[in-house]
């Protein structure tokens, strides 16, 4: 257990993703300085998000300060800290296939070190929640693999990067752990722009590739409740629990209204009262009717009356006994959104905590140069 928690802490991790760096292969590059390494600019570009730096220009001004210096190089192991500009020009041509190993590498070591047992869910299966992010957007700098959006009334063009990622999620852990994301680009000798749906294609296919014996139950929102993409989780052998409005689903909705549904409420010791509607075997749509779904739409009155309404699809059967797991399943997706968001407003909050969380991790500056360092940085970072 000793090797196993010194393998989880950040120098390790940081470690093996600099060892599975070094494999990617150099692109060529006429404006690549030959002092710098290609695992500098990705281990770089790791820091960028790690120290949180705000925007690559103030990764490019605070470099050198002897500190952030002795960060990048003791804990990210970066021999030649490059600039913003040659950053963005090197890492442009890095293929995002070549960076999948590290996640696979880290999920591995909590397999063996049993720390996926507290995750495992619903017949030993694990929930992993998948969601699209916007990176960036312009209507002046883009490049080959932006996508497009064209505004008819104003004739103007913009260009924006989106990810799709994936993470492992539970509803009573609050710790998420993530997956490779797919980049949603332009393909190469594509016209038309990708989308989350082929992104997300290509994400359930590397999914099962790198994991091919582990139990699965996807859970998106409703873009994913779709005839195509639930044949393919299918074919895949994994199960899903998605999202579905009655907006985007009218047939649905309207089979459901008319046949005979099984109802079940409780009210729990928490003052909280469920209610679900629910049915299987339901078509999915007039155009993918061979697609049977199972149905539930669930209510959550709290003690002052409040009501939160849901709706989900699923291949998992429903029952009395199963309805609040997949409820519990659907509504866990939030946590691709809410975990990352806590642990950001956590990191900016207490300076203090934050110094104590520093000084565990970094090798090299000593205690005065990191109270220092955070006392003059609003941002709140190392």
Request: with cysteine; aromatic share 10%; charged share 25%.
């Amino acid at each position: 257990m000793t090797n196993f928690r010194k393998q989880l802490s950040l120098p390790e991790l940081l470690q093996a993703t600099r060892l599975c760096f070094l494999e990617v292969s150099d692109p060529p590059s006429k404006t690549k300085p030959k002092d710098i390494q290609l695992v500098d600019y990705l281990m770089a570009g790791l820091a960028v998000f790690g120290l949180k730096f705000p925007s690559l220009l103030q990764y490019d001004v605070q470099k050198c300060y002897p500190n952030i210096k002795r960060n990048l190089k003791n804990l990210y192991h970066v021999q030649q800290a490059p600039s913003d500009t040659s950053l963005r020009e090197q890492l442009d041509e890095v293929n995002p296939t070549d960076l999948r190993k590290p996640f696979k590498k880290i999920f591995s070591w909590l397999q063996r070190g049993k720390a996926l047992e507290a995750y495992t869910y619903w017949e030993d299966h694990y929930l992993i929640s998948i969601d699209g992010t916007g990176q960036y957007s312009s209507d002046k700098v883009h490049c080959d693999n932006c996508c497009e959006k064209h505004h008819k009334k104003s004739g103007r063009v913009e260009y924006y990067h989106q990810m799709l990622g994936a993470v492992l999620v539970h509803p009573e852990q609050k710790v998420v752990i993530p997956l490779a994301p797919e980049p949603i680009i332009k393909q190469d000798g594509k016209t038309k722009n990708d989308c989350e749906r082929n992104a997300g294609k290509r994400l359930l296919q590397d999914l099962r590739r790198e994991h091919p014996h582990l139990k699965i139950i996807i859970i998106e929102d409703g873009l994913a409740s779709n005839g195509p993409h639930i044949e393919l989780i299918k074919n895949l052998e994994m199960h899903y629990i998605l999202g579905a409005k009655e907006s985007d689903h009218a047939f649905l909705f309207d089979w459901v209204a008319h046949s005979k549904v099984e109802e079940y409420e409780e009210t729990t010791e928490d003052g909280m009262h469920h209610r679900y509607r629910f049915y299987n075997g339901a078509p999915l749509s007039d155009t993918f009717f061979h697609c049977e779904v199972n149905f539930l739409e669930y209510w959550e009155t709290n003690p002052k009356g409040k009501v939160q309404h849901f709706s989900w699809i699923s291949d998992i059967p429903l029952s009395r006994a199963t309805v609040s797991t997949v409820m519990k399943g659907g509504r866990a997706r939030w946590h691709i959104e809410s975990a990352p968001q806590a642990h950001e407003a956590a990191a900016r909050g207490s300076g203090a905590e934050l110094c104590e969380a520093v000084e565990k991790m970094v090798v090299g500056p000593p205690e005065s140069a990191i109270r220092s360092r955070l006392q003059t940085t609003s941002s709140g970072y190392c």
